[in-house]
């Protein structure tokens, strides 16, 4: 059975005295920056100038500086850019990580599919909230945390392990608890999920049912409210307390339409082609694609925002949210 790790697990004196930079000052960066921060740690921040990130840090009462700067000075280098553009930064900052100092992340993909190719010199390890930085950064004030996956990629110090659980204590996490996993499950799981599921699956669910609806002669109103709007009602059910309460909360009517079609909408060859990606993650394709596409110039990818951006049902929702103001004051 997995194990969880909680606070009596994890020991905040292994970070006395040392330093931590946060390369990136975006949700992620901004949050667990400041969670460390109030939990005691020393941190510096590091975030380009001019940005709008920039400002938010001098704002929280940083003082940013360069990425060769921020690793420099710090023991622990925490890479909170975005994947396509860590590497890039990694390479500027890689000869200012000296030895026994600790590269973290809280993503695997430039570690997995060998991006980063870091010294045997150097501790690696992961420590990734499972929740968007502003929980992370709500439940901590709110004297809670959100779960937090841990990994050890290298262990040059024999002190991993126990700098990641120091570290996910410093940003509330063991106060929900820890769960151990490895570079390359939680970069494909991730992955698997945005991709299958969370992403790709839920808006081309929702794009296609939408449409279907529209070309059947109903309202795009209609079909708005009842293949778009209505999800979040589902999902916080869902996110709360699980599908089969979600079941037993929806209308028996409801309840029966989902047994009786889903199977028939995600079927054997729906799951084939879930396996077909789930292969390419694991063998690479979808990285070495993403990778190329960033180096040439993100030209299919910026079509497809472009192209997704001007569909009816973006034109629809805009009109429709307008008439419910409580979504403005979120």
Not at 308 to 315: A, D, L
């Amino acid at each position: 059975m997995i194990k969880v790790y909680y606070d009596d697990d994890a020991d905040l004196n292994l970070l006395e005295g040392t330093k931590i930079a946060i390369i990136g000052y975006g949700a992620q960066g901004r949050c667990q920056a400041l969670n460390l921060r109030d939990s005691g740690m020393d941190v510096i921040v590091s975030e380009l100038p001019g940005t709008a990130n920039y400002q938010q840090a001098v704002a929280d009462g940083f003082s940013p500086v360069g990425a060769e700067e921020a690793a420099k000075e710090a023991m622990l280098v925490q890479m909170l850019v975005q994947d396509h553009v860590q590497a890039a930064v990694y390479k500027k900052i890689e000869p200012l990580l000296t030895e026994g100092k600790g590269l973290i992340f809280s993503h695997g993909f430039n570690i997995h599919y060998n991006q980063i190719v870091p010294p045997s010199t150097l501790d690696v390890f992961m420590v990734a909230p499972k929740s968007p930085g502003t929980l992370v950064r709500s439940e901590y004030e709110a004297g809670r945390g959100v779960p937090c996956l841990i990994a050890v990629y290298q262990d040059y110090t024999k002190k991993a392990k126990d700098l990641a659980l120091a570290y996910a204590k410093a940003i509330g996490g063991t106060r929900a608890g820890v769960i151990e996993t490895t570079f390359k499950e939680e970069t494909e799981t991730d992955l698997f999920g945005e991709q299958v599921v969370l992403c790709g699956g839920v808006s081309e669910l929702i794009i296609n049912g939408f449409e279907t609806l529209v070309e059947a002669g109903y309202q795009p109103e209609m079909a708005y409210f009842e293949c778009l709007h209505e999800l979040k009602l589902i999902v916080d059910i869902i996110y709360a307390k699980g599908i089969a309460m979600m079941d037993y909360v929806v209308s028996d009517t409801a309840e029966y339409g989902d047994y009786a079609t889903g199977p028939r909408i995600i079927n054997a060859e729906t799951r084939e082609m879930m396996r077909q990606v789930l292969t390419e993650i694991q063998d690479g394709t979808f990285a070495r694609n993403w990778i190329l596409e960033n180096q040439a110039g993100r030209p299919h990818f910026l079509a497809m925002r472009r192209k997704r951006s001007e569909h009816v049902i973006e034109e629809v929702g805009q009109r429709l949210r307008a008439m419910m103001p409580w979504m403005r004051e979120e």
